[in-house]
Structure formats: C-alpha cells, structure tokens
Nanobody, 117 residues
Framework: QVELVESGGGLVQAGGSIRLSCAASISIFNFNVMGWYRQAPGKQRELVATVTSGGVPNYADSVQGRCTIWTDNAEGTLYLQMNSLKPEDTAVYYC???????????WGQGTQVTVSS
C-alpha cells in the first residue's frame, strides 16, 4: 500500500507564496502521472497541476503562470510552488499519483492552504 504524506500548507497573505511537498512511501518512478488537486468548502475537487513521469507539466487555467510542479526523483517527492496567492486559492490540497497499467490511484490526506485578503 502506497502512502502519500503532504506538508507545507498553512496561512498565507494574498500575494504571498507557498511550497507544498508530497512524500511517497515508494519510488515515484512506479507512477505515470503525479499531481495536485484542491477542494474548497462546498466545491468539488479540482485539478491544480499534474506532471508526467517524463516531466511534462499541465496546469489548470486558474493557476497557470503562478504555479510550478516538479518531482525530485532522488527524494521521491512531488512539489508544488504557488506564487501570487489569492483568497480563492484557499482549499485543502491533495497529492495524487496514478499508474496507467492498472489504473492504480492513491491520494494523500490533504493539507490546508488558507490565503487571507
């Protein structure tokens, strides 16, 4: 059973930055796509950004230009750097890894990001 542990959430002022980390219990080379999703109160979970095992990123329009996603394969860690934060970025952020071969999906427990205006 793969475990994902997120960290780095917290309270940030609008315009500030935050870096989220997601540590996997096994090598992230096992997965084809890794990503960050978020869920605000009363809303559905939505994509923030994903990155393939080949390093190709994909960003939601709402964070394009403000976010960077990457992996540190040596550490087995997925990162998300978010800049120019807005109050509407407030949500619980979840890490996800996906393996195409058997549609294996794992979610982390989530980390709260709160952006104050």
């Amino acid at each position: 059973q793969v475990e994902l542990v997120e960290s780095g959430g917290g309270l940030v002022q609008a315009g500030g930055s935050i870096r989220l980390s997601c540590a996997a219990s096994i090598s992230i080379f096992n997965f084809n796509v890794m990503g960050w999703y978020r869920q605000a109160p009363g809303k559905q979970r939505e994509l923030v950004a994903t990155v393939t095992s080949g390093g190709v990123p994909n960003y939601a329009d709402s964070v394009q230009g403000r976010c960077t996603i990457w992996t540190d394969n040596a550490e087995g860690t997925l990162y998300l750097q978010m800049n120019s934060l807005k109050p509407e970025d407030t949500a619980v952020y979840y890490c996800n890894v996906h393996r195409n071969l058997d549609a294996y999906d794992v979610w982390g427990q989530g980390t709260q990001v709160t952006v104050s205006s």
